[in-house]
DNA sequence: CATCACTACTATATTTTTTATAGTAACTAT
DNA sequence: ATAGTTACTATAAAAAATATAGTAGTGATG
């Protein structure tokens, strides 16, 4: 007997590790490496599926620049944009309840 | 070099699995076997390594009924019911975004 | 122009986490 | 007396994450 839980989706992708996080620093374009370097632990093979499944589920944009380098830039598309407000939020929520680590 | 992420803190448990569900299914209190019931396919030790997790950071109230049969009730605390802000705007976005599946 | 570095990954083996399944101890209902 | 409910725990297997190394394409340095 299951109810359905209207967060469930969202559960579905963000509820797994380093997702909040990837989401998070994308709040501006970032490079692959980019992203390594500012979540120190994370594996390439790890952020690689992540960032399929986010690009998946229309949350993040892959583009390849088409410089010499073929650089690779990753951002959020508008639905992705739109769950800044769930991070303020979490933000608010986390400066209150953990006031000396948030910042 | 790793910036400090604020919500890194809230990453750190409500990035996993299950989580984020379970603090929305105990928006009312609930004990053990309705919240396994509700969450179809979680498992029992899974379940009791969360509410342990939660409970150790303060999100979750853990009370055992002092009825004959000592039935385990599960609450929110206020830090924990403090989050269901975050729940909204999560909500108000999967209903947004998914407006099919949302109800 | 050979070597080294950087970028954006992929491959493999190991470790960790989650799961399926079964079991337990205390009570309750028939 | 037997079966059912509740709140878990135990164990082994499956799935996911990690460390580590490697690759292919460029670019920079001597």
Redesign the pocket.
């Known amino acids: 007997m299951k109810l359905t839980c209207p967060i469930e989706k969202a559960t579905s992708f963000l509820g ?3 997702t909040l996080e990837i989401i998070y620093f994308l709040q501006e374009p970032r ?4 992203l390594q370097e500012l979540m120190g ?6 952020l ?2 992540r960032l399929k499944l986010l690009e998946a589920e229309g949350i993040v944009n ?1 583009e390849v620049i088409p410089d ?5 830039k990753y951002e959020l598309t508008p639905k992705g944009k739109d769950l800044v407000a769930v991070y303020r939020e979490l933000s608010m929520w986390v400066s209150h309840w953990y006031p000396e680590e948030a910042q």
């Open positions: 797994s590790k380093w490079r692959f490496c980019e632990g994370i594996n390439p093979a790890t690689t599926q892959r010499a380098q073929r650089h690779v």
